[in-house]
């Protein structure tokens, strides 16, 4: 009998070690927060997780960043539109930096401008997730090599505006925006390339990988509006 409740105590061990590895992730966001002094700083970044087919879009529902894959420039991907109406594709297109750009100069040392094309693809209108006051609810994100999280618009970002690529609003079904999305970057910051971010309504993410020069086929009509 002491043998066999000996077993039973054992077993029942393992079975709770199996259930119980410790050591799992927050899942956790990165939050843009900005110093005394205004220079963009934030939290680390969750890292990416790995891919799944399909080309990592969001699934509605998911936890945030949940099988998000960063994909390279230029692929789309689908995601849903802000208070859960309608599906948008959305695919970043182009990537220009630049000290200087509408009349505006950096106020940290460099703009990230980068153009996206978004297309509505159900039978609803369909927007993008707006950010909260602290960039965190939603919208984009840029996430530096060095592991800094920056939200669109700060700095002195919000004054750029790329002409043509300016669209505002809902999306009617069937058609599709060009839109912008610019980041205020120190350096360090900008070197390297990074991570866009774009955060949805269910609070999923996706990731695309910025390559660290200009690139995307709008390079040049983009740099003629921005010296314009």
């Known amino acids: 009998m002491r043998k066999i409740l000996l077993a039973t105590a054992a077993t029942a061990c393992l079975a709770l070690t199996a259930c119980n590895p410790g050591g799992g992730g927050s899942g956790s966001k990165p939050s843009a927060t900005r110093s005394a002094d205004g220079q963009p700083s934030a939290?680390?970044?969750?890292?990416?997780?790995?891919?799944?087919?399909?080309?990592?879009?969001?699934?509605?529902?998911?936890?945030?960043g949940a099988g998000q894959a960063a994909l390279a420039l230029g692929v789309p991907s689908r995601t849903v539109g802000t208070k859960l109406v309608g599906i948008l594709?959305?695919?970043?297109?182009?990537?220009?930096?630049?000290?200087e750009g509408d009349g505006t100069t950096s106020?940290?040392?460099?703009?990230?401008?980068?153009?996206?094309?978004?297309?509505?693809?159900?039978?609803?209108?369909?927007?993008?997730e707006p950010a909260d006051a602290k960039g965190a609810k939603g919208g984009?994100?840029?996430?530096?090599?060095?592991?800094?999280?920056?939200?669109?618009?700060?700095?002195?970002?919000y004054k750029v505006l790329v002409n043509g690529y300016n669209g505002v609003g809902k999306i009617e079904p069937g058609t599709y925006q060009m839109r912008s999305e610019v980041f205020d970057l120190t350096p360090e910051q900008a070197k390297g390339g990074g991570t866009l971010v774009y955060t949805d309504a269910t609070k999923s993410e996706n990731r695309w990988t910025i390559p660290?020069?200009?690139?995307?086929p709008q390079v040049a009509d983009v740099k003629k509006r921005l010296a314009s």
């Open 107 to 128: 106020r940290f040392g460099t703009f990230v401008v980068i153009t996206t094309k978004d297309a509505s693809l159900t039978a609803n209108a369909a927007d993008e």
């Open 89 to 99: 594709e959305i695919t970043p297109t182009t990537v220009v930096y630049t000290k």
């Open 43 to 64: 939290t680390a970044p969750t890292p990416a997780t790995s891919g799944t087919p399909g080309g990592g879009t969001a699934t509605p529902g998911s936890g945030p």
């Open 140 to 157: 984009w994100r840029w996430i530096a090599a060095n592991g800094q999280s920056v939200a669109e618009g700060n700095g002195t970002a």
């Open 212 to 216: 660290a020069v200009d690139s995307g």
